[in-house]
């Protein structure tokens, strides 16, 4: 799918940078579909590899959308060119944030979300570079509008992070500033979950970004570390995300 100029909108918004995004896979619920989740993968990475875990993973009543960022060039690489959700320089307090490409993605997933049933809860749940977009997607969600002032259209129930950041992590409560936009966020369920053996996103990120999304009105977050665990997922995190995801999305019981 492609976003080309400031006349196409999609998701909601206008995006203006000629985007290509990649191949989208779809894994259908087993049983009755009750609620739509988009998995975001991490940098270099697609959305077929998650949608083969996902798949496995006894949650019958969830249909996972898992789309494939664009390849495009990326500063850490030296300009090389990845599949990214956005461009990132470095993972420092001061690393500037690719605000453009952040709404690109944002709005490529509202889009995704924007087909599915009204009666479906939806959710956003990623990994590394897909975490740190679902963590913006939440914060789009909770302001009702991307960072270019366009309205966000998707009613969201449930954002689901592992081993991320969260992108725009001063401006947040400037973002987050009035009283309907904190009650959005406050409403809204947050999982993030991060290895204090990371050696790429390193641990004390995925806590400082729990503690500034609690601060700044997100209170349903819950955040969970696991010891020794590097940049990848193990069974027991999934099957946190497991329990998370049935409780939240009220999915308990309702497996027909």
């Known amino acids: 799918m492609s976003f080309a100029g400031p006349s196409l909108v999609s998701g909601g918004k206008t995006v203006r940078r000629a985007i290509e995004f990649g191949r989208t896979y779809v894994v259908k619920p087993k049983g009755k579909h009750l609620a739509t989740v988009v998995w975001l993968h991490g940098l270099g990475d697609n959305g077929s590899s998650w949608s083969q875990l996902l798949e496995t993973l006894p949650l019958p ?18 300009g090389f060119p990845s599949t990214a959700w956005f461009d990132v320089g470095d993972l420092s307090e001061d690393a500037p944030d690719d605000i453009e490409g952040l709404d690109a993605a944002a ?6 979300l924007s087909t599915e049933p009204i009666d479906i809860r939806l959710g ?4 590394s570079m897909g975490a740190a977009t679902a963590m913006y997607s939440a914060t789009c969600f909770a302001a009702r509008k991307y ?12 954002i689901v992070g592992l081993s991320g950041w969260l992108p725009c992590s001063k401006t947040l409560s400037k973002k987050i500033g009035v009283d309907e936009a904190v ?15 990371d050696d790429v996103v390193p641990y004390k990120f995925g806590e400082k970004s729990s503690r500034v999304m609690v601060s700044t009105g997100f209170q349903d977050t819950t955040f969970k ?17 497991c329990a998370w995801l049935t409780s939240k999305l009220g999915l308990g019981g309702r497996s027909s």
């Open 107 to 112: 709005a490529h997933v509202a889009n995704l």
């Open 183 to 197: 009650r959005r966020a406050a409403s809204l369920p947050i999982l993030l979950c991060h290895g204090k053996g």
């Open 61 to 78: 009543n969830i249909k996972w959308i898992c789309p494939t960022a664009p390849t495009q060039p990326i500063t850490v690489f030296g």
């Open 147 to 158: 960072s270019d002032g366009s309205a966000y259209p998707a009613n969201l129930s449930a």
């Open 124 to 127: 956003i749940g990623g990994f």
């Open 225 to 241: 570390a696991y010891n020794g665990l590097g940049h990848y997922t193990i069974p027991e995190e999934m099957d946190e995300v």
